[in-house]
């Protein structure tokens, strides 16, 4: 029985330092959202260290697969660098003239 509690506690302490290291190493977080995770996983040990892990993942994979996110940032019909309205997407038109 102590057997089995000593190799629980070296496995927790484990997941959670290996989840702890990756939120701190992750460029996608800044300061105030890393301590918010490392604060999960240590105060809910598994489960905030298997949901900060697996949307540590879950951003590492977007990362990986070259999504943009900020590819709405001017607006859905930003174009070419202009924002809505200025190529006629989205900014109502002539009046129909």
């Not at 330092?17 to 701190?24: C, E, G, M, Y």
């Not at 190493?25 to 995770?37: D, E, K, V, Y």
Request: hydrophobic share 45%; charged share 15%; aromatic share 6%.
């Amino acid at each position: 029985m102590t057997l089995m509690l000593i190799v629980a506690l070296v496995l927790l302490s484990t997941l959670n330092i290996v989840t702890s290291v990756a939120i701190l190493r992750s460029p996608f977080f800044n300061g105030s959202q890393r301590t918010l995770q490392i604060l999960a996983v240590c105060l809910i040990p598994v489960v905030g260290a298997i949901v900060c892990f697996v949307f540590l993942a879950s951003q590492s994979r977007d990362e990986a697969a070259g999504l943009d996110r900020t590819a709405f940032v001017d607006g859905p019909c930003a174009v070419d660098g202009k924002p809505d309205g200025e190529h006629g997407c989205g900014g109502g038109g002539d009046g129909g003239d």
